[in-house]
C-alpha cells in the first residue's frame, strides 16, 4: 500500500494514497488510542514552549 504524508497542528502522519481524509481523521478514527495521545502531548509541550507556560 501507498501512503501520502499529511500535516496538521499534532505533526505528520501516513495517510493512505487513495484515502479521502486527512491527518486528523487518521489519527482519531484509524490509529492506536496511544499514537492520538502522543501527538497531543507534543502539541501541548509545542505550544507550551512558545508561550513559555509550563507543563507538569
Do not use: H
Not at 1 to 29: F, H
Request: hydrophobic share 40%; with cysteine.
Amino acid at each position: 500500500m501507498r501512503y501520502r504524508i499529511e500535516r496538521d497542528s499534532m505533526g505528520e502522519v501516513n495517510v493512505p494514497e487513495k484515502a479521502l481524509w486527512g491527518a486528523q481523521t487518521e489519527l482519531i478514527c484509524f490509529s492506536g488510542k496511544k499514537r492520538v495521545k502522543d501527538a497531543v502531548a507534543k502539541a501541548t509541550v509545542k505550544a507550551a514552549k512558545k508561550t513559555g507556560v509550563t507543563v507538569m
